[in-house]
């Protein structure tokens, strides 16, 4: 049985140096985050243990646990993942994956790994990319620039809203970024299942991290698979900044934000136009 | 796995032998021509509900009825991707533009093919947003949202596949992007005719894809400048 696999990774390392027009390049089963080297030979013992029962043994989302959890585990032979600093429709970085892991995704049943050192999870990276030959195909993209984030402001604030208004992110996200906008209750994965967007007014964390750095990154890159989409070839990055910090408001939290949107509120709330299909977003 | 991958490999080459040397038109080219029809029972076509989104309900006066099940007179099939599917002889990588569009809540045209490689431009034309989706499996999947007045998305693909493109935000949009090895295909119209031209002489496997009817193929050889007919029956289903 060894010699034969071993024979297969051998054909199979071929051909990636191939079709990479045999760039040097560190074996497809080996990744790097910091001073970190992930070996899939050592993910995989992790893998069995760890991940198999929801995300399958084939990593093909079929574990045992797949059938009761919503929304359902990453398929990893798709190689289509969510959290990603990288543009839409290109592999993340080998450091995304590694956050996603210690990180896990409080929208889902996916929960942090960072019980597991960090030199388990890095190697538990390298094995999930075994699962699909679009990592010996591709690298990872580039992760996207993000400036400097400018203090928010209550015009920054106000246009973000105009924002939230014009890119129609209150038809899935809701007027009030409840969740509960007019395309909400019929969204779909890329497998077909059904799927809620987030809501802001939960207070909770995001489905990929916590600041916003990462909410910037999130709508900038769009989840992968999932019904959100890409911006960063509509927004500019000081438009992304404005929409973040509009953002930011929606929850139910004591942010720098939301102390400047209420306070403005109070006085100018009325001059508001309603978000939604006859909406105007600004304060005019 | 390897399997999996080794198929990519394959489809691989096949995409890269389009890029071959500059192509000569062959001195005679034949043509295929034909007409694809269903037998069997069709799906319920059901009335698309926009209510959703006002500025698509006002664009139609009569409600537009589902588009994956189209037929037409003498139980023609509209939407059928008829393509040479082996015996392909290379041909130059084609570079005029194939145009997309998002109009009225629906894609238009609801099928295209384009060539590996080839440039593809997908246009919002509607007083709204869209987020397009191509659901790639062999390719990469991406999702770009596309605001009014937004430019187009100018991409191509790297892979023959037949990619489902849906809409998230208006869950009734649904279109194909047919990524073929080949530059002949025909996707067929509302009497279900289609021509493939410029066919050198030689044997063809020429195979009719439909999204709800499946494929079938059948083997076509061209001796000279001559056209032959080839019609497909496809076997319909009501779900």
């Known amino acids: 049985m060894r010699p034969q696999t071993r024979w297969m990774w051998l054909v199979t390392a071929c051909g990636a140096v191939l079709l990479l027009g045999g760039a040097a390049t560190a074996p497809a089963q080996e990744t790097h985050v910091g001073s970190l080297t992930g070996h899939a030979a050592s993910g995989k013992p992790l893998y069995t243990r760890y991940c198999a029962g929801c995300h399958g043994d084939d990593g093909d989302a079929q574990g045992e646990n797949a ?41 889902t049943n996916m929960p942090s790994w960072v019980a597991l050192t960090p030199q388990n999870r890095i ?121 973040v910090h509009f953002l930011r408001t929606f929850q139910p939290l004591q942010t720098r934000e939301s102390v400047i949107w209420r306070t403005w509120f109070s006085t100018h709330g009325r001059e508001l136009k309603p978000i939604g299909p006859e909406g105007g977003g600004g304060g005019q | 796995m390897i399997t999996r991958y080794l198929a990519a490999l394959a489809l691989a080459s096949v995409g890269g032998g389009a890029a071959g040397p500059p192509h000569r038109p062959p001195a005679a080219a034949g043509t295929i021509s034909g007409k694809v029809t269903y037998t069997g029972t069709l799906p319920k076509l059901r009335p698309i509900d926009m209510s959703k989104e006002p500025n698509c309900v006002t664009q139609h006066p009569t409600p537009v009825m589902t588009q994956d099940a189209v037929t037409g007179p003498a139980n023609s099939v509209r939407y059928v991707v008829v393509y040479i599917a082996a015996g392909d002889q290379g041909a130059p ?94 996707v067929t119209d509302s009497t279900g005719s289609f021509t493939l031209t410029g066919l050198p002489p030689g044997t063809y496997t020429v195979t009719a894809w439909h999204e709800r009817f499946g494929t079938k193929s059948q083997e076509v050889t061209i001796a000279g400048s001559e056209t032959k007919t080839v019609n497909f029956v496809l076997t319909a289903r009501p779900y």
């Open chain 1, 123 to 243: 190697d538990l990276v390298s094995y999930i990319k075994t699962f699909s030959p679009r990592w010996r195909k591709a690298q990872a993209g580039k992760p996207i620039a993000i400036p400097p984030e400018p203090a928010p402001t209550i015009q920054s604030i106000l246009h973000g809203r105009e924002l939230f208004q014009r890119m129609e992110c209150w038809k899935c996200h809701g007027p009030a970024g409840h969740g509960d906008g007019p395309s909400a209750h019929d969204l779909t994965d890329n497998k077909d299942n059904p799927i809620r967007p987030y809501d802001f007014q939960t207070g909770s964390r995001f489905m990929c991290g916590t600041t916003n750095e990462d909410l910037y990154r999130i709508f900038m890159t769009g989840l992968d698979g999932s019904p959100m989409p890409s911006f960063d070839d509509q927004l500019k990055p000081a438009e992304a900044w404005d929409l």
């Open chain 1, 67 to 107: 059938q009761w959890i919503d929304p359902k585990p990453r398929d990893f032979t798709m190689a289509t993942f969510k959290c990603r600093s990288t543009p839409s429709g290109s592999l993340p970085t080998d450091q995304d994956l590694f956050n996603s892991l210690e990180r896990g995704f409080v929208t």
């Open chain 2, 93 to 186: 990588p084609a570079t005029d533009t194939v145009r997309y569009d998002q109009k009225g809540c629906l894609y238009i045209p609801h099928v295209a093919t384009m060539q590996v490689h080839q440039p593809l431009e997908i246009f919002n034309d509607d007083p709204h947003s869209h987020n397009i989706h191509p659901l790639a499996r062999v390719n990469a999947e991406w999702n770009k949202s596309q605001p009014k007045g937004a430019p187009p998305i100018r991409t191509s693909w790297d892979q023959p596949e037949f990619i489902a493109v849906k809409c998230n935000v208006h869950p009734w949009m649904h279109g194909y992007f047919v990524v073929l090895a080949t530059p002949h295909s025909a």
